[in-house]
């Protein structure tokens, strides 16, 4: 296992794992898993289900794995100043890949937006003549899924029902992980786990709203991932989002776990704080979200 | 593939010329079928053309001077300060003023560049004030032009000569093709003198039209229209070809304009309208006679007015006589060869899974009216024949599939076709 | 490259646990930035192998009009995989694993910073790549819509399609971690004394590179999954009848591309700044505006997208933007390019092959720069785009620049990691065939674009002949001369000229810098125990090998 090598922790220097076979096995399991998806989509003959559920299972269980030896690791005391601010640096620099990540899809969406459906409906120099000589009925407008109408009319998702619920439930959420934080730090460990608690049920009933919204969107709206560039921005953008919420839940129900397990001290616990970090963000996100795909 | 060996001393003794010929003299290339510029950007037949090749040399002489006085002072210092003559380095290391004088020079030089480049450019974004106006689509491999409120339009396609010497291990040597990939069967003729706007779009995926004597090149992308334009000064013939990559025969969609006087311009498109409406008429005839006083419009896909390409075979015809089998597949082994080999290929077995095979396939063995359909309408990549080909090529080349490469499913008249056409 | 060095006793000092496993585990579980390196490199190694493989096909089928030796969609397959393999599998990789093995040493740092994440970036590539180049089997073949992947043309791609993009999708997220742990390893963990501005350059380089890749990498994730979502769940973002845009991808995957190809270049710069200045025994000119030039060259880079997509029909004001943004580019390069001349000029130069391959990529990269400039004049470029002329260009700052550099930095690091020697004949002899036949490949493609030859094509007219069997002739021998380098490589590490390993510390007799303070062979383990760093960027304290033996 990771860890065992160090006997006494020498904290004047780097901590630097032993040798791990996990990073391989990790690999392993994505390479399993992305080649059973790719047969799946071009309906190949091989053993599609076997190989994703192996390389999923495989991958749960190292992440598990390997986490836990982070863990272990960390309260053994084997990390310094140094390798705390590792930590620091890695989850900002992950973070901000992130909102990169995001940046392409509302990219997508301004583009499509401002820019394509005004040359499809004949705004500006261009789009008069694409307009005339194509698509000569198409008036631009948003929501549009195109001067082919793909996926048929559709209605959009009201912001102001459960999107509004949505909002209030992320930002309290956010309020809620910074109590939780607040009473680590005071060393009032129920008080935190408490929180922690009320956070993870904020993320699980965004997460059960969300998936209500989806369905009433397929089922009464017509609304769905096939309805023109509308549909694609909606579904592509909330769904990342949504992705990201149930990380940031998971992730929150293993630190409580490892609350519940005495991990943490008042005065080092970035394995919280990355945690929190990473849903701050994700409310972020969710609030560009709100204005830029419900409201607008 | 021919006589090999003499193939092989051949490729040398041009290898070895080329690879001397630039210490020798250029002239060694004109032995080629080269008359024009070789090493250098063409200066072309337009304005625009013009300046756009004396901004390209500007640039050039530009990075030339830079270029001799940067490397002239580094082979300089190599030799100088080499350390057999310059035993003890300096340890100057810093200058603030260098540093601002060399950040200066060339930002004054950019704006020198830039300030002719943009003022062509604006130029050549000013499609205002056209004289005629052709769309240009590109379609995957072919170009179809349509003389805007002409009723005149076609396609235009790889000459039949070198599509034939292109396939692999063909064993035809392009060097006795004329204009190898360069050719086309019908060129876009264009009036001297005469601004002409173009509207560029495709129908499949993106293509690129590039006439380098003319100096424009835009892409055509689905969905969209995009403008550039020109004038030609000189009557003559330019050629180029597809410049974005767009699939399997990218390199095969060559590109010609014939530049003609006003008055030969005129003449060219009064002479393409009649036969259009004796090709539409000939073609519709078993229907009704009406079509003929509709000449242009009755096209089946909707925006496309029925293009010229099919004229001559249309036109020699017989319309709605019977014709024999063998008559039939042998005309319908031209049309395959020049329209679908290109995704199906010559043995019939495409390039699964995008372009599926024909041998013994469902559609192509099973009702006529399917097969027809196919060829008429297309589906996904493959594009809709019905503007493209008249019904008696269609009748040929569905027969022409039903019976070749083990196939034999019976044939398939032009009536048949007529009255599927437009459905 | 494999490297013994680490299992014989020269370090029997190593008292602690973790030496390397044996065998082949010790590649698979390591976490070692120097066994990292190594894989790197090697895997690099392997991949511009492959990749030049490849181009020599292409360059087979274009020694004469006609088709002799593929089918065009073969043709367009190799060119597709070519570009992957030489970008995401030659280049990158080769630049990751320098930084692996450098800038914990330039930096006095005891490894990366997340080593066991550093082990996971490494081995998603074999495995991308291994699943990308399996397609080539797959019915339907490979990728063939150009590395550029252009819908709608890529989603006619058959089977291989999801495997292209998961491969992509795998490769970055390779790259985004790497970047990551250098980033974190670069801000947090140098030695005392090690302030920024006394960093070597090959590590501020490498700074702001990875600052590109974590920004980029993830944009190039989001418009491959566009492509995915497009082909097989219906979206309609890159189709014009659902409200969509083609060149919307254009505009997102240039917005990864252009910052893409100076992560291509950047670190070059930083192991030239290297180089120079070693062999002119004369610190580098200008260090400071070295620094802001990279910045701005970072800067600049994203807001530059579009000058590949001139042509596309984008609205006036955006094509005059674009085309000064790019122009604007040249003043910090030139910047560079002047810096490195005046550190060479008062010198006291020798030509070792390091320094050999420097001097090349300084005159024929800013070849490739003229051309980069010649293309950033929007008019003009409406005559060059997708001719052989950008082709030539690209080469010319990818392979005498790029590559060169990988070249230059393994002469002259490699004695430093292997303890000995590479063989100065050998050395030269591989430069003066490289030098010379890469310009005998991509010189005449200049002309072959400005005559009116496109790019992506597997048969030309016949006018095109002369000058494209001069480049095929070139393509060869640049690529038989590569193996005078492999050669020279496997003689250092398995010790072909008697096993004795010959160099010392330094190494280089001007060169200055930490790395050079430890002994040659670098043992396992260095700098676990941070020295203080003077401000002539050497150890303070007790001789060198003490600083590096803990
Ligand atoms: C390492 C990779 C690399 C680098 C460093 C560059 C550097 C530059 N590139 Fe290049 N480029 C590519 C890789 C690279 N490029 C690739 C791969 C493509 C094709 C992609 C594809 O389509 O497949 C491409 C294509 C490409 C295009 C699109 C062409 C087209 O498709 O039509 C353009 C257009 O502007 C361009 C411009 C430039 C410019 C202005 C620079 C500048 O950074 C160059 C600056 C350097 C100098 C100018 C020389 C040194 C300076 C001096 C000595 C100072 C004085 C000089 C002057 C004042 C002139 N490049
Ligand atoms: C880094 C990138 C890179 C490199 C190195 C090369 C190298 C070469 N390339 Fe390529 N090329 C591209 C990137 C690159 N190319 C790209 C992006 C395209 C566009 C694709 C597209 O259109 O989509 C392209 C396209 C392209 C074409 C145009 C194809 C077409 O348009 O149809 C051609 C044609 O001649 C060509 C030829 C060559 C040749 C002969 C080499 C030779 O130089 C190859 C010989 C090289 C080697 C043998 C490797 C040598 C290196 C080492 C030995 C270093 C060892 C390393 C370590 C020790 C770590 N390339
Ligand atoms: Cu059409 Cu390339
Ligand atoms: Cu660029």
Redesign the interface.
């Known amino acids: 296992m990771a860890s065992d090598a160090h006997a006494t922790p020498n904290l004047s220097r780097y901590f630097v794992p032993a040798p791990s076979v996990w990073p391989f096995g990790l690999t392993v399991a994505l390479i399993l898993t992305v080649y059973g998806v790719s047969g799946y989509l071009e309906d190949r003959a091989i053993p599609t289900t076997a190989l994703i559920t192996a390389g999923v299972a495989l991958a749960l269980f190292i992440i598990f794995s390997w986490f836990r030896g982070v863990a272990l690791e960390s309260e053994r005391g084997l990390y310094n100043d140094m390798v705390s601010r590792t930590y620091r640096w890695g989850m900002s620099w992950f973070i901000f890949s992130e909102v990169m990540f995001f940046a392409a899809f509302f990219g997508a969406l301004f583009y499509a937006r401002t820019l394509a459906i005004g040359w499809l409906g004949g705004e500006g120099e261009k789009g008069i003549i694409t307009n005339s000589v194509l698509w000569p009925h198409f008036d631009p407008s948003w929501p549009s899924n195109g001067p082919g109408h793909v996926g048929g009319t559709f209605e959009t998702v009201s912001p102001w029902k459960l999107p509004l619920v949505n909002t209030c439930l992320l930002l309290t959420s956010s309020v809620t992980i910074t109590m939780a934080h607040h009473a680590l730090k005071a060393a009032h460990r129920r008080a935190c786990v408490l929180w922690m608690l009320a956070t993870i049920a904020l993320g699980s009933t965004f997460l059960y709203c969300q998936a209500t919204e989806y369905m009433e969107a397929y089922k009464e709206l017509n609304l769905t991932l096939g309805s023109g560039v509308y549909g694609s921005t909606f579904f592509m953008l909330t769904g990342f989002h949504g992705l990201h919420v149930t990380l940031g839940t998971i992730m929150m129900i293993s630190i409580t776990g490892r609350l519940l397990f005495g991990h943490f001290k008042p005065e080092s616990h970035f394995g919280f704080e990355g945690v929190a970090w990473y849903w701050h963000f994700v409310d972020v996100v969710w609030v560009g979200l709100f204005i830029f795909v419900y409201i607008l | 593939m021919p006589s090999s060996s003499t193939q092989l001393s051949g ?1 040398l003794r ?2 070895v ?3 001397t ?1 630039p210490l020798v003299s250029a002239s060694a ?1 004109a032995a ?3 008359d024009k ?6 200066r072309g037949v337009t304005q625009v053309s013009h ?2 090749y004396s ?2 040399m500007l ?2 002489y530009f ?1 030339v001077v ?2 001799v006085v ?2 002239g ?2 082979f300089y ?2 030799f100088a ?3 057999s003559k ?10 603030t003023v ?2 601002i004088i ?2 200066i020079i ?2 004054v030089i ?1 704006i020198v ?2 300030v002719p ?2 003022k ?3 130029t ?2 000013d499609t205002s004030n056209s004289d005629l106006t052709v ?1 240009i689509t590109g379609y995957q491999w072919k170009w179809q032009y349509e003389y805007v409120d002409q009723g005149v339009s076609f396609f235009s396609t790889l000459k039949a000569d070198a599509n034939a ?6 064993g ?4 006795t093709v004329p ?4 050719d086309v069967d019908n060129y876009l003729v264009l009036p001297v003198g005469k601004k002409v706007r173009f ?1 560029l ?1 495709a129908n ?3 293509h ?1 039209w ?1 006439m ?1 004597d003319l ?5 055509a ?7 550039m334009w020109t004038r030609i000064d000189e009557p003559g013939v330019y ?14 969609m060559p590109i010609v304009v014939e530049a003609k006087s006003d008055a030969d311009f005129e003449a060219w498109l009064t002479s393409k309208k009649p036969v259009q409406v004796a090709s539409a008429a000939s073609a519709t005839m078993t229907d009704a006679p009406v079509a003929a006083t509709a000449p242009a419009a009755p096209a089946p896909a909707a925006p496309t007015p029925p293009p010229a390409v099919s004229q001559v075979a249309a036109a020699t015809s017989v319309a709605g006589a019977k014709k024999s089998k063998d008559d039939l597949i042998k005309a319908g082994a031209t049309v395959y060869g020049a329209r679908c080999v290109a995704c199906h290929q010559a043995t019939g077995q495409g ?4 372009f599926p095979s024909l041998v013994g396939d469902k559609i192509v063995t099973g009702p006529a009216a399917g097969h027809i359909s196919q060829i008429l309408k297309g589906k996904n ?1 493959m594009p809709p024949f019905a503007p493209m080909l008249s019904d008696d090529e269609i009748a040929a080349v569905a027969t022409y599939e039903r019976n070749s490469w083990g196939n034999s499913a019976g044939e398939v008249q032009a009536d048949q076709v007529a009255a599927l056409r437009g459905k | 490259m494999a490297h013994e060095h680490a299992h014989d006793d020269a370090h029997g000092h190593d008292d602690h646990a973790h030496g390397p496993d044996k065998g082949i585990m010790r590649w698979i579980k390591t976490t070692n930035h120097k066994d990292l390196g190594t894989l790197y490199l090697f895997f690099s190694f392997t991949m511009f192998f492959i990749g030049g493989l490849m181009s020599l096909v292409i360059r087979a089928e274009l020694f004469q009009p006609g088709l002799q030796f593929v089918d065009p969609e073969l043709f367009n397959q190799f060119t597709t995989m070519h570009a992957l393999v030489m970008i995401f599998g030659g280049v990158m990789p080769g630049f990751v694993g320098l930084a692996n093995w450098m800038v914990p040493m330039m930096i006095g740092c005891s490894d990366l910073a997340l080593p066991r994440v550093n082990n996971w970036g490494f081995w998603l590539l074999p495995f991308a790549f291994t699943m990308l180049l399996s397609t080539f089997f797959l019915p339907g073949g490979a990728p063939a819509g150009g590395w550029t992947i252009y819908p709608p043309l890529v989603l006619q791609t058959g089977n291989s399609f999801p495997i292209l993009i998961f491969a992509i999708h795998l490769m970055g997220i390779s790259s985004i971690t790497g970047a990551i742990n250098i980033v974190v390893t670069i801000l947090n963990m140098r030695a005392p004394g090690m302030t920024l501005l006394k960093m070597p350059l090959f590590v501020w380089t490498w700074l702001i590179t990875a600052y590109l890749l974590i920004a980029v990498m993830p944009v190039l994730a989001g418009a491959v999954t566009m492509l995915l979502t497009d082909k097989y769940f219906g979206t309609s973002f890159f189709n014009a009848a659902g409200g969509g845009d083609p060149v919307m991808f254009e505009h997102i995957f240039w917005f990864f591309g252009h910052p893409e190809v100076y992560i291509m270049i950047l670190p070059a710069f930083g192991i030239i700044s290297s180089i120079i200045p070693t062999f002119a025994r004369k610190p580098l000119f200008g260090y400071a505006s070295m620094v802001y030039a990279v910045a701005s060259i970072a800067f600049l880079s994203f807001i530059v997208w579009a000058h590949h997509m001139f042509t596309v029909g984008i609205p006036l004001a955006g094509e005059l933007f674009f085309m000064f943004s790019t122009m604007l580019i040249a003043v910090p390069t030139g910047v560079k390019v002047f810096n490195w001349i005046a550190t060479m000029w008062g010198g006291s130069m020798t030509y070792e092959t390091p320094m050999l391959f420097a001097i090349a990529f300084v005159f024929l990269f800013s070849i490739g720069g003229f051309s980069g400039l010649s293309l950033a004049l929007a008019p003009v470029d409406f005559q060059y785009h997708n001719t052989y002329f950008v082709v030539a260009h690209f080469h010319y700052v990818l392979v005498p620049g790029a590559v060169f550099s990988i070249i230059a930095a393994i002469y002259y690091w490699i004695p430093k990691w292997t303890g000995r020697m590479y063989n100065e004949t050998a050395g030269k002899w591989h430069f003066w065939l490289s030098s010379i036949f890469i310009n005998v490949t991509f010189f005449p493609q200049h002309f072959l674009g400005l005559a009116g030859m496109p790019r992506r094509i597997p048969d030309y007219a016949v006018q095109f002949t002369d000058f494209n069997m001069v480049s095929t002739v070139g393509a060869f021998g640049f690529f038989v001369s590569q193996f005078i380098f492999i050669f020279n490589v496997l003689a250092c590490c398995y010790g072909w000229f008697g096993r004795t390993r010959n160099v010392s510390n330094q190494v280089w007799e001007g060169a200055t810098g930490l790395e050079w303070s430890v002994p040659s062979p670098a043992p396992y383990h260095t700098f676990e125990d941070q020295p203080l760093v003077g401000d002539d960027g050497m150890p303070v304290h007790g001789d060198a090998v003490a600083a590096a033996a803990h």
């Open positions: 490729l041009r290898l010329v080329a690879c010929a290339f080629d079928t080269m510029a070789y090493w250098n950007m063409p300046d756009v901004l390209h640039g050039f990075c830079i270029g940067v490397f002072v580094m210092s190599l300060f080499r350390r310059h035993p003890v380095p300096a340890n100057f290391h810093e200058s260098v540093e060399w950040t060339p930002f950019l560049l830039a480049a943009a062509t450019l604006i050549e974004y769309k010497a292109r396939q692999l291990h063909s035809i040597d392009p060097n204009n190898y990939l360069h509207l779009t499949d995926v993106i690129g590039w380098p100096a424009i090149k835009k892409d992308i689905p969905g969209y229209v995009n403008e050629r180029g070809q597809c410049t974005v990559l767009c699939g399997r025969d990218h390199g095969y390039l699964p899974p995008t990549a």
